[in-house]
């Protein structure tokens, strides 16, 4: 069983960069796929992006896609979210989940994911 503990949320101003980063403890991660969601406040939970075990796929969602990028160094059991040109519309809570997977696809289902960590906040704000 893994356990997933996000970080480097905070308050930033509109057009600022922030990285998240999830790691992993109890298992090594380079059995499981990753997806990065986010939940804002009276919305439903949003699939961000994804990547299979091996970084080799790699899912990002539309309104997102060439402002966030994920990427994974499983040498260190951390995924990371990178994100760029940050929006007020992007303020939620940002959380990873993990689904132990053989193959090298990824995931965009919330329900497809058996682990998740707690989130951390993130807040884009002028």
């Known amino acids: 069983q893994v356990h997933l503990v996000e970080s480097g949320g905070g308050l930033v101003r509109p057009g600022a960069s922030l990285s998240l980063s999830c790691i992993a403890s109890?298992?090594?991660?380079?059995?499981?796929?990753v997806g990065w969601f986010r939940q804002a406040p009276g919305k439903e939970r949003e699939i961000l992006a994804a990547?299979?075990?091996?970084?080799?796929?790699?899912y990002h969602a539309a309104p997102v896609k060439g402002r966030f990028e994920i990427s994974r160094d499983n040498s260190k059991n951390l995924v990371y979210l990178s994100m760029n040109s940050l929006k007020p519309e992007d303020t939620a809570v940002y959380s990873c989940?993990?689904?132990?997977?053989?193959?090298?696809?990824?995931?965009?289902?919330?329900?497809?994911?058996?682990?998740w960590g707690q989130g951390t906040q993130v807040t884009v704000s002028s």
């Open positions: 989940a993990a689904k132990r997977e053989d193959g090298v696809g990824y995931f965009v289902r919330e329900s497809s994911y058996d682990y």
């Open positions: 109890g298992d090594t991660l380079s059995k499981y796929a």
């Open positions: 990547v299979g075990w091996n970084g080799g796929t790699s």
